[in-house]
């Protein structure tokens, strides 16, 4: 049966090379690109550059100077915590709960995944009916418990709230459909061994379940925080440019905002490679902290 | 058997890639074949507008262009959109990459000077060589002059207007009387502190969004329509003081609490909701807003739109408004002849009398002989016609001098400058030292 097919691999080249033009001409050269452009002077998308930036590294140097690049930074990093405790924590804290019924997993399992099935720009639109200011869902509710005055779920106060709340809630069910995974490939033996030794539901959870995770977790963690440096189309819809007062800007959507609206191609390009170092650290450091364990 | 297999995938695979480049012999003798006798068949046109989405003279579009289809055997194309500032930056992205439309309805201010100065468009005066009667029913001193070189390369169809709309019922309701021509910036405060004593938002407007409009008539405040489109060198000099002082009148607005309480982070359509509900009294706004009022208000003839109050040298007649849009045709299809009749004869079919005056006979026009009116106008468009017809002055909005970036920019710290956290001065500054 060994036929010399599949020891002669140079037919296998010639299927691998589509794929390979097709990321080189839609990846890397537009990765390349971009490199370059961060040191020219282009006005506006779809222009061609003005030549370099006076001098070269120009908008590397405005990049610490930006206080809005600053406040973008910081919220990305806040996002990539909450990402890390509400996304997997909830998920992994639904998960073991569902894990524990006899009824209705399917169920549940479906109704947490369905936000994923959502586009982000309908759920967006949705949540800013739920918080708009005069007439949304929750300032309605508040009413009618007495509350007089209504609340502005987007100023400075709440902003956090109203921005992270749907980024959190959209992704749990991911997260979820993949550590109820995990857990039903721990053997049900261990849990009946430990059940007959007399362990209790939370020591079940805290010696077998959560070691036994401990890899499908990590994969989860190192998702998450990659992820969040991808959240765009959702905190886009809802705060718009950078809504209350320049304070809820994402790398992502700086990046976006001063591509496409203020035509600072240059500058967004120095944005897009902030993006990416950023999230190869963040995802080398990830790799490293959280190390996989080989059973 | 698999080698062979796997021989003709690898041929397949090779062939399928090669095809979308090949042009055999035959095929190219086609091409020419029917190139020598394009001029005379049908031809398709592409065609980009702003009436694209949900555009209020949409329907209005497409029936002009549909007429034209069926008058001519030609095709349109239609690749129209909603005007944005992405919209703007794609049409540039297109004519960058040689993928412009034969016919461009765009903007004739200093947003097409890449166009102009790059030879991307056709001037009138080349046109009309060939082609003597060439919007020969506008006048050619309002068909809005490319601010590159002063020709003019665009026919335009609807001008604009920008005016108050008020919501009679809200005045009436606090006590306020609809204002008139005389109608004062003093008044307008005085107005706006009765109603908020009412508990009603004087002024629908998101700072967040949209404040174009209340910082052109504040602007325009402290200027004359003749000084009104120049643009300032600094915050310093005359000009520059000028739009300090238009900046502040916005803070103090702010200040005094006659915005939304949300203004800040409110989108343009949940302060508009406002005016539909009853919410609010006030709003700056465009001639395309009318469509908005017709679709939205309860009844229509609970609103008006008047003139802006003003004050210091601008009399309140005197209004923004002019002809900042216009059909170019690219220079790729002047190129062509076979592309080249059916794209004057597509412009001069939708900027006939007949044609413009569907598309808003209340606005600001460049027909020799005017628009014609509607027989069955509603109070709104009764009074926007008022309004246009009584101006003392009409000048264009300053903004459109301003690039893109700076443009932007200068919006986005308007919020900065109401709330303090930046003043106007350093705003000025910081758009003009945003020269590319």
Known sequence: MNSTIYKKKSPLAVFLIPAFLFMAVFLYYPFAMNIYNSFCNITGLGTAAEGFNSPWYLNYGKLFQDPIMNTALVNTMLLMILTIIFQVGIALLLALLID???????????????????????????????????????????????MTDMIDWKDEAHFLFTMMTPVMWQYVGFYFVIIVTGLN???????????????????????????????V??????????????????????????????????????????????????????????????????????????????? | MKRVIAFILTMALGGSMLAGCQSTPAASQAASQEASSEAAKPVEITV????????????????????????????????????????????????????????????????????VQGGKVVSIDEIRKTYPDYASNMTDDRLGASPADGKNYSVPVNGYWEGLFINKKVLKDCGVEVPGADYTWDQFLKDCETIKSKGITPIACSLQEVPHYWFEYCIFNHGTPSTHTKLPASSTDDVGKAWAEGLNDIKTLYTKGYFPKNTTTATDAETFQLMADDKAAFAIDGSWKIGWFQENAKSIDDFTVTYVPGENGRKSTDIIGGLSMGYYITQKAWSDPAKQKACVDFVKAMTTDEVVSTFGATAVTALKNGTIAKSDTDSLEQAAMAMTKGATGITPATQDGLIQTARTALFADIKNIATGKTTAEKAIDACLAIKS
């Open chain 2, 48 to 115: 980009v507008t702003s009436y694209g989405g949900d555009d209020g003279n949409r329907a209005n579009y497409e029936a002009a262009y549909k007429a034209y289809e069926t008058a001519t055997g030609n095709t349109v194309k239609d690749a129209s959109g909603t005007s944005n500032e992405e919209w703007k930056a794609k049409i540039m992205a297109d004519f960058e990459t040689g993928a412009e439309p034969d016919v461009l309805f765009y903007f004739n201010g200093v947003d097409a000077n890449k166009l």
């Open chain 1, 185 to 215: 490939n721990i053997s049900p033996d261990i849990y009946e061994a430990a059940e007959i030794d007399g362990a209790s539901g939370f020591n079940r959870v805290r010696y077998i379940s959560l070691p036994l995770l401990h890899n």
């Open chain 1, 100 to 146: 524990n019924i006899k009824k209705g997993t399917q169920f549940f399992r479906t109704v947490y995944f369905f936000p994923i099935v959502i586009s982000a720009t309908a759920l967006g639109l949705l949540f800013n009916l739920i918080f708009l200011y005069d007439g949304g869902m929750v300032n309605q509710l508040l009413m009618k418990f007495g």
């Open chain 1, 217 to 295: 977790l990590i994969t989860c963690l190192i998702l998450a925080v990659t992820g969040a440096l991808k959240v765009f189309d959702l905190p886009w819809v809802m705060m718009g440019a950078g809504m209350p007062m320049d304070q809820s800007w994402l790398t992502g959507t700086y990046m976006y905002n001063q591509t496409f609206t203020m035509g600072d191609v240059d500058y967004g390009s120095t944005i897009a490679i902030v993006i990416v170092v950023i999230g190869v650290v963040v995802s080398q450091v990830a790799n490293r902290i959280f190390k996989e364990k080989d059973y």
